[in-house]
C-alpha cells in the first residue's frame, strides 16, 4: 500500500486514553504485547498510571485502537517511554501522527526524548520521524547492549543556540567531514577541524540532517559513538517532505545525465539524500571532500536551488566573500584600466595556473599554498587587467612586526615587469598602514620578475626568503637608525651599520629607497617644490582623480618623467620632489596644495625628439608639447620614481604659515629649492591628519 505520510490517513483519530478506562489501557497493552521483542516489558501499572496523567495517546482507525504512544514530562523534556504500531496497519504514517501530536501538544518543554537499543535496527524510523541521535552507553543487561538516546528538538533557544542575525552560513556535513571533527586518529583532518574554528564560529553554523543522522547510524563501534557526540553540537534542521520528494527527482535526473542508473550503491543513496535534506532544508551550503559528488550534483545544486558545495578548505573564503563583499569587488588601480581586489573560490583555478613551473614547482605544490592560506584565513590580492584576465597575485599578513608575503606571482603580461615592482611598491604601502617595519618574501617559487625587482629595490636574501625594511620616519639619521635596529632585533634580522648626520646625497637616497618610506632630514639630499598644473597632474599622479582612466603603463610604473624648459634652477639628481599643484591651468576645481612627495633619479637634457622617444610611455606630455618646452633645441626631463601621494594635501595657507618661520614661501613657478626644515614640516603636516 502507498500512502503519503505527510497527511493523516483517512479513518485515523488521535485521543488520549480517558482517564480510568481498562478498555484504552488494555488494548495499549496487547498491542505493545505483540511488539515486546522490541518494546521490553511495562507493567500495566505503567499504562494506567499514564493515562491518568493524560499521557497515553491512542491511535484508532474506524474506532479502533491501533496505536499508541505513551510518555511522560519530565523537567523540560517530554520523555517517549513506547511508541507502538500495530503490524496490521503500519506504513500508513500512525507513528508519524502520534510523535507530531506530541510536539504539538508541549511545545512549551524543549523536546523529545527516546532511548532504544540500536540493535533493534530502529534508527532509521526515529530519523524519519525528526529524531538525532545525541548520545548513546551500554544498558543495564548483562550483554551490554547499547542504548542510543535520541531527541527531537522543539526548537527553544538554548546557551548555545545561534542567534540567526548573527549567522551568515548555515552548512550541512557529510559522514567524512564528520568523523574528520570527531576521530582524533584520522590524520589530514586540518581542512575540516578549521570549521569550527574560534575565527569563524560567529559566521558559520554547522547542521546537522536526516541524511548525517542516517549515515551515523549506520556506523559500527566506537566511531559511531564519537560522531553521536560530535553531532551533538549541530542543530537539527528538518527538511521538508513535501518538497524532498520534487528535489530528489530533480537530483536523480541531473545525476543520470552524467552516470547512468544512478544511484547505484548504498553510498550513492546517502549522497543523493544529502543533498535533498540540505535543498530541502533551505541551506545555502552543503560541505564535503567526495569530489565525486562534487562533480555530480554542484551545477544542477547551485543553478537551480542555491546550494553551493563546498571543500572544508574553501569555506574560510567564501565566509571573508560574505563578510567582506565590499572588498572583493574590484577597485581600479592607480585609477587605470586594471583592477584589484580580494580573491575568491572563484578564481583558484586561474590562482593554479600561476605555478612557476620552470623553478620546479609542481602544481600540487601550489594548490596546497592556496588551501594553506585559506585555512589560516589570510587574504589573496588579485591584479586583473582590462580583459578580466588575472595577472598578478600576492597575498601578505602581519606576524609579529614583519609583513609576511607567501605569494608573490606575476603571469607572463606585456607589463610583467613594470606590474612586479608596483606589487612590491604596494607591499612598502601596506607595511606602512599595518605599522610594520620589516618585509619578508617568504614564497619559494615567486615569479622570476617579482624576484628581479626585489634584488633591484635593495631587498637583501636570507635563506628562502628576501627581506627589506620599510620605515615609517621622518627625522635624523640617528633616529632612523635607532628605527632600523628595533625593527631588525624584533625579528632577528643583522642590524645594518649606524647611519651618520650630513651623509652625502647619493647614500642617502640610496637609503630612502630602499627603506622607503623612509626620509632622513639631515643629509645633504636637496629638496625641490615642483609646479605641476592640474590637467597633467591628473594623468601623471593620478591627483586629482577624473572620470577618465590613466594610461595602463603610465599608471602601472613607479618611474614617471616631467618635461620643463631648462631656463632657471636645474634640479640635482638624487633629490626629493614635492609636487605643489597650483590652481590655474585649464579645468582647475582643486585648491593649491602640496599633493605628493617623489624620489629623484635623474635629470636628463636633449632634444625634444630625443626625450619624447626614450620617455613617451613615463610621462603625459605629447611631442608637440615637449618641442613647445624646448629652449635652444633643448628640452629637460625629471626622471622620478617611487610616488608617495598624500592623504592630507597641505594647501597653500598651510604652506604659507610652515615657511614663515622658515624662510617665508613664495609660489614657484619652476622648481624651487627648499630647506630640510621646511621639507620635514611639510612631509610631517602631510601625515599628521591622515
Known amino acids: 500500500m502507498s500512502v503519503d505520510r505527510t497527511q493523516r490517513s483517512p479513518g485515523i483519530t488521535l485521543a488520549h486514553a480517558r482517564g480510568g478506562s481498562e478498555r484504552d489501557v488494555r488494548a495499549a497493552v496487547e498491542i505493545g504485547n505483540r511488539s515486546?521483542?522490541?518494546?521490553?516489558?511495562?507493567?500495566?501499572?505503567?499504562?494506567?498510571?499514564?493515562?491518568?496523567?493524560?499521557?497515553?495517546?491512542?491511535?484508532?482507525l474506524d474506532g479502533e485502537v491501533v496505536g499508541y504512544a505513551l510518555y511522560a514530562l519530565a523537567r523540560n523534556r517530554v520523555r517517549l517511554t513506547h511508541l507502538c504500531v500495530?503490524?496490521?496497519?503500519?506504513?500508513?504514517?500512525?507513528?508519524?501522527?502520534?510523535?507530531?501530536?506530541?510536539?504539538?501538544?508541549?511545545?512549551?518543554?524543549?523536546?523529545?526524548?527516546?532511548?532504544?537499543?540500536?540493535?533493534?535496527d530502529l534508527g532509521e524510523m526515529w530519523i524519519k520521524l525528526g529524531f538525532s541521535q545525541m548520545s548513546e552507553k551500554p544498558g543495564r543487561s548483562k550483554a551490554g547492549h547499547m542504548l542510543v538516546n535520541w531527541w527531537r528538538d522543539h526548537g527553544h533557544p538554548t546557551l548555545f543556540t545561534r542567534l540567526s542575525e548573527d549567522v551568515l552560513v548555515r552548512?550541512?556535513?557529510?559522514?567524512?567531514?564528520?568523523?574528520?571533527?570527531?576521530?582524533?586518529?584520522?590524520?589530514?583532518?586540518?581542512?575540516?577541524?578549521?570549521?569550527?574554528?574560534?575565527?569563524?564560529?560567529?559566521?558559520?553554523?554547522?547542521?546537522r540532517t536526516g541524511a548525517l543522522d542516517a549515515e551515523i547510524n549506520s556506523i559500527k563501534g566506537v566511531l559511531r559513538a564519537r560522531c553521536t557526540a560530535q553531532a551533538q553540537r549541530m542543530t537539527h534542521v528538518r527538511a521538508d517532505k513535501v518538497r524532498t520528494v520534487e528535489v530528489r527527482s530533480q537530483l536523480v535526473a541531473a545525476?543520470?545525465?552524467?552516470?547512468?542508473?544512478?544511484?547505484?550503491?548504498?553510498?550513492?543513496?546517502?549522497?543523493?539524500?544529502?543533498?535533498?535534506?540540505?535543498?530541502?532544508?533551505?541551506?545555502?551550503?552543503?560541505?564535503?571532500?567526495?569530489?565525486?559528488?562534487?562533480?555530480?550534483?554542484?551545477?544542477?545544486?547551485?543553478?537551480?536551488?542555491?546550494?553551493?558545495?563546498?571543500?572544508?578548505?574553501?569555506?574560510?573564503?567564501?565566509?571573508?566573500?560574505?563578510?567582506?563583499?565590499?572588498?572583493?569587488?574590484?577597485?581600479?588601480?592607480?585609477?587605470?584600466?586594471?583592477?584589484?581586489?580580494?580573491?575568491?573560490?572563484?578564481?583558484?583555478?586561474?590562482?593554479?595556473?600561476?605555478?612557476?613551473?620552470?623553478?620546479?614547482?609542481?602544481?600540487?605544490?601550489l594548490r596546497r599554498l592556496l588551501r594553506d592560506l585559506a585555512l589560516a584565513h589570510r587574504e589573496r590580492t588579485g591584479l586583473f587587467?582590462?580583459?578580466?584576465?588575472?595577472?598578478?597575485?600576492?597575498?601578505?599578513?602581519?606576524?609579529?612586526?614583519?609583513?609576511?608575503?607567501?605569494?608573490?606571482?606575476?603571469?607572463?603580461?606585456?607589463?610583467?615587469?613594470?606590474?612586479?615592482?608596483?606589487l612590491l611598491f604596494l607591499l612598502r604601502q601596506q607595511a606602512r598602514e599595518m605599522g610594520l617595519g620589516v618585509i619578508r618574501l617568504a614564497d619559494a617559487y615567486a615569479s622570476a620578475p617579482v624576484r628581479l625587482a626585489a634584488l633591484n629595490d635593495g631587498f637583501r636574501t636570507l635563506g628562502d626568503s628576501l627581506y627589506s625594511y620599510a620605515l615609517d620616519v621622518c627625522d635624523t639619521a640617528e633616529q632612523v637608525s635607532h628605527r632600523v635596529a628595533l625593527a631588525a632585533r624584533a625579528v632577528?634580522?643583522?642590524?645594518?651599520?649606524?647611519?651618520?648626520?650630513?651623509?652625502?646625497?647619493?647614500a642617502a637616497a640610496e637609503v630612502e629607497r630602499t627603506w622607503w618610506p623612509a626620509k632622513i632630514v639631515d643629509s645633504e639630499i636637496p629638496t625641490y617644490l615642483v609646479p605641476i598644473q592640474q590637467v597633467f597632474s591628473a594623468d601623471l599622479l593620478?591627483?586629482?582623480?577624473?572620470?577618465?582612466?590613466?594610461?595602463?603603463?603610465?599608471?602601472?610604473?613607479?618611474?614617471?618623467?616631467?618635461?620643463?624648459?631648462?631656463?632657471?634652477i636645474t634640479p640635482q639628481a638624487p633629490a626629493r620632489l614635492l609636487w605643489y599643484m597650483s590652481s590655474t591651468g585649464h579645468d582647475a576645481p582643486h585648491a593649491a596644495a602640496v599633493i605628493a612627495c617623489s624620489q629623484l633619479d635623474a635629470v636628463v637634457v636633449g632634444t625634444p625628439a630625443e626625450l619624447h622617444s626614450r620617455f613617451r610611455h613615463l610621462g603625459v606630455w605629447d611631442y608637440k608639447q615637449v618641442e613647445?618646452?624646448?629652449?635652444?633645441?633643448?628640452?629637460?626631463?625629471?626622471?622620478?620614481?617611487?610616488?608617495?601621494?598624500?592623504?592630507?594635501?597641505?594647501?597653500?595657507s598651510r604652506l604659507r604659515q610652515l615657511a614663515e618661520p622658515r624662510g617665508g614661501f613664495r609660489i614657484p613657478y619652476q622648481p624651487l629649492r627648499i630647506s630640510n626644515e621646511l621639507f620635514a614640516a611639510i612631509y610631517q603636516e602631510s601625515q599628521a591628519t591622515s
Do not use: W
Not at 613647445?628 to 597653500?652: C, H, K, M, S, W
Open 36 to 60: 515486546s521483542a522490541t518494546l521490553g516489558f511495562l507493567p500495566i501499572a505503567e499504562y494506567r498510571a499514564a493515562a491518568a496523567r493524560g499521557n497515553l495517546l491512542l491511535a484508532r
Open 86 to 120: 500495530d503490524r496490521t496497519v503500519r506504513g500508513l504514517g500512525i507513528a508519524r501522527q502520534l510523535v507530531e501530536q506530541i510536539s504539538a501538544s508541549h511545545t512549551d518543554y524543549l523536546g523529545i526524548q527516546v532511548r532504544c537499543r540500536h540493535d533493534y
Open 171 to 207: 552548512a550541512a556535513v557529510d559522514l567524512n567531514v564528520l568523523r574528520d571533527l570527531a576521530d582524533p586518529d584520522r590524520t589530514d583532518t586540518r581542512d575540516a577541524r578549521a570549521l569550527i574554528d574560534d575565527q569563524i564560529t560567529d559566521r558559520l553554523e554547522l547542521v
Open 255 to 365: 545525476a543520470r545525465a552524467k552516470v547512468a542508473g544512478y544511484p547505484r550503491s548504498a553510498q550513492d543513496e546517502f549522497d543523493l539524500r544529502h543533498m535533498t535534506d540540505a535543498i530541502a532544508a533551505d541551506l545555502n551550503l552543503f560541505i564535503t571532500r567526495d569530489e565525486e559528488l562534487a562533480r555530480l550534483f554542484r551545477d544542477v545544486a547551485e543553478q537551480q536551488f542555491a546550494l553551493r558545495i563546498m571543500h572544508p578548505s574553501d569555506v574560510v573564503i567564501h565566509l571573508d566573500e560574505l563578510v567582506r563583499a565590499e572588498a572583493y569587488r574590484p577597485a581600479a588601480l592607480l585609477d587605470t584600466a586594471f583592477r584589484r581586489q580580494l580573491l575568491g573560490l572563484s578564481h583558484d583555478v586561474d590562482l593554479q595556473g600561476m605555478a612557476n613551473t620552470r623553478s620546479g614547482e609542481r602544481p600540487r605544490d
Open 385 to 422: 587587467g582590462p580583459d578580466n584576465t588575472l595577472v598578478a597575485a600576492f597575498s601578505a599578513y602581519r606576524e609579529g612586526t614583519e609583513l609576511v608575503v607567501p605569494l608573490t606571482r606575476v603571469t607572463d603580461h606585456p607589463l610583467g615587469d613594470t606590474l612586479a615592482r608596483q
Open 492 to 506: 632577528g634580522l643583522p642590524e645594518p651599520p649606524q647611519l651618520r648626520s650630513g651623509m652625502p646625497a647619493a
Open 542 to 568: 593620478g591627483v586629482p582623480q577624473t572620470m577618465l582612466p590613466r594610461q595602463d603603463a603610465l599608471g602601472l610604473s613607479r618611474e614617471h618623467v616631467y618635461y620643463r624648459s631648462p631656463g632657471g
Open 628 to 652: 613647445q618646452a624646448a629652449r635652444n633645441g633643448l628640452v629637460q626631463a625629471l626622471f622620478f620614481t617611487n610616488t608617495e601621494i598624500f592623504d592630507a594635501p597641505v594647501r597653500r
